[in-house]
């Protein structure tokens, strides 16, 4: 029986997590409560945990300190919707306590899974027992409670996930919305995977099917604001670029291999290609001069360039300097359509997210970065996406950021509306909160499963209203489901009835049905917009 878990355990472990959620991901998505097409719970821990494990495996060392940080920042940095983001509070916990040890006991993790369950509630501005933090808890109390007497590893896991099914069991209990769609709570299952798939490692049981976690893809090489911001981190400054020609006829193929490891050794972004007729030379270096001088050493150097990327930077740093402004702006949506609709009101970036596809917190972070601005007003239009858009305020230094609570995409655009650059961020802030909550919001799509929600008897492939995720009207067609949801959120204080139609519904379709609408309610302004969003046949807003 294993008593303690070491560094190159803890990593197996983690990698063996992240596998079992990888293969049981689409299980936990249709535990979904709801049957709409945006159940992604065990895709947002999967893809949170794969980050991870991407940092994880940068790390050369077996030390947990080292560790235990790259899981940390891997997971908040991948983290996706309010699962993923939960997930990385979670380890976060978990390793904060870790991290100063050489090796874990069974008390120790105890207590780690106890600061995890401290953390993760702190992360939710209003925690609701019957989900992944109910199970959290209740695996972390019975992992107190045995730590003192259970002493060897396998045991002590075997005790924590049997406490985490009964936990799970009793979900259903707490929330009544589970106990009416007949399932538990899915990000309890997830986090109750990822516990077993700590276990498979430590008891030496290989996961199969699987997918590998690949390499992050390097982004593309951009001057936008890269160089300005990573401008202190540069450690070889001048550029230079040179060719050899007329080579000594002394010269060999293994000199040239031997120039390559002197410049590798001053400096970096070494290319040396070429043969004894010609050879072509570039390095980042500080010894410009005796990079030449090596090469002189060859034959003769021509055409020499030599670059000051410190002082070009500089100069983009000027440049930024003086084209920064006070307020900025932030969106996150779905749909061609509705990326035209925020650029339009001038919101300075626009990243895609929505149903089936939430950003993580590094992705919104990114976006931040590159918009050169004091004050960064963020939309996120989803409330699956608001988690992971507090979360990123972390990953960014020199910004402050505000997250507007926009639930749907016409809650963002009245938030944009809203927005005045002569006034403060505060005001702007106050006025976007005023504006979006004047606005009743309306989808329709269709269900993925039979299911029994709000009082209706749903089959897979009925269309389906939603307000705010409740569902207001079923039925066959789409047109007459959309006016259903439409009489039930208008009341005779509206004047704006906004449809934003979607990648699946013809342009004479929606023409017609926006002529319909305004027939029906003459005394309101109806506006149709091309929304271009998936899944989602109409989005209506009513103000």
């Not at 400054?237 to 031997?258: Q, S």
């Not at 979360?391 to 507007?404: A, N, P, R, T």
């Not at 906004?498 to 302004?525: C, H, L, M, S, T």
Request: one cysteine or more; a negative charge.
């Amino acid at each position: 029986m294993q008593k303690n878990i070491n560094g190159a355990m803890f990593a197996k472990m983690v990698i063996s997590a992240s596998k079992n959620l990888d293969v049981n991901k689409e299980l936990i998505d249709s535990l979904n409560v709801f049957p709409v097409p945006d159940g992604d719970t065990g895709t947002n821990m999967s893809l949170t945990m794969q980050s991870a494990v991407r940092e994880l495996k940068a790390v050369k060392t077996n030390r947990l300190s080292e560790l235990s940080d790259a899981v940390s920042r891997g997971a908040l940095r991948g983290a996706r919707g309010n699962s993923g983001v939960i997930t990385s509070q979670i380890f976060r916990g978990i390793c904060a306590v870790i991290k100063d040890k050489n090796e874990i006991d069974t008390k120790t993790l105890a207590k780690a899974l106890k600061n995890a369950t401290t953390i993760a509630y702190g992360a939710v501005s209003k925690p609701k027992e019957g989900t992944m933090l109910t199970v959290c808890r209740m695996i972390s109390e019975h992992a107190s409670e045995i730590s003192g007497t259970v002493k060897d590893m396998e045991s002590f896991f075997v005790e924590i996930i049997n406490a985490g099914e009964e936990a799970l069991k009793k979900t259903p209990e707490m929330l009544p919305v589970l106990k009416k769609a007949g399932v538990v709570d899915s990000g309890g299952m997830g986090l109750v995977t990822i516990y077993k798939g700590m276990y498979k490692a430590l008891i030496g049981e290989e996961i199969e099917g699987a997918d590998e976690v690949q390499p992050e893809k390097a982004a593309e090489s951009s001057m936008e604001h890269a160089d300005i911001l990573n401008l202190g981190t540069i450690e070889f400054g001048y550029c230079t670029e040179f060719f050899i020609i007329n080579l000594k006829k002394k010269t060999t193929l293994a000199d040239i291999d031997r120039l390559r490891e002197y410049l590798m050794g001053i400096g970096d972004c070494v290319l040396v290609i070429g043969d004894l007729e010609f050879v072509k030379v570039h390095v980042h270096t500080n010894q410009p001069g005796q990079a030449i001088s090596k090469a002189l050493t060859l034959g003769e150097v021509d055409k020499v360039k030599i670059e000051n990327m410190l002082e070009q930077n500089r100069e983009l740093i000027k440049k930024y300097e003086a084209e920064k402004k006070d307020l900025g702006m932030l969106s996150i949506c779905s749909g061609e359509g509705f990326e035209a609709i925020f650029k339009d009101l001038n919101v300075d970036r626009v990243i895609e997210g929505g149903q089936t596809m939430n950003p993580s917190a590094q992705d919104i972070a990114d976006a931040i970065i590159k918009i050169n601005a004091e004050n960064i007003f963020v939309f996120p239009n989803n409330k699956n996406i608001i988690l992971a858009a507090e979360q990123s305020k972390s990953l960014v230094e020199g910004k402050k950021i505000h997250v507007i609570p926009t639930k749907n995409v016409p809650q963002g655009i009245a938030a944009a509306l809203a927005f005045n650059p002569e006034i403060s961020a505060e005001e702007n802030k106050i006025n976007m909160l005023h504006e979006m909550d004047n606005v009743t919001c309306g989808q329709v799509t269709y269900a993925v499963r039979t299911a029994k929600v709000n009082g209706f008897s749903l089959e897979k492939g009925d269309i389906i209203g939603l307000n705010d995720k409740k569902i207001m009207a079923k039925g066959n067609d789409v047109e007459k489901v959309a006016c259903t949801i439409i009489d039930k959120m208008s009341d005779s204080g509206n004047g704006l009835i906004n449809i934003y139609y979607g990648a699946d519904v013809k342009e004479e379709d929606a023409n017609a049905f926006r002529d319909k609408v305004q027939e029906k309610y003459p005394d309101v302004d109806v506006e149709l917009f091309y929304g271009g969003q998936p899944i989602y046949y109409y989005i209506i807003s009513i103000e």
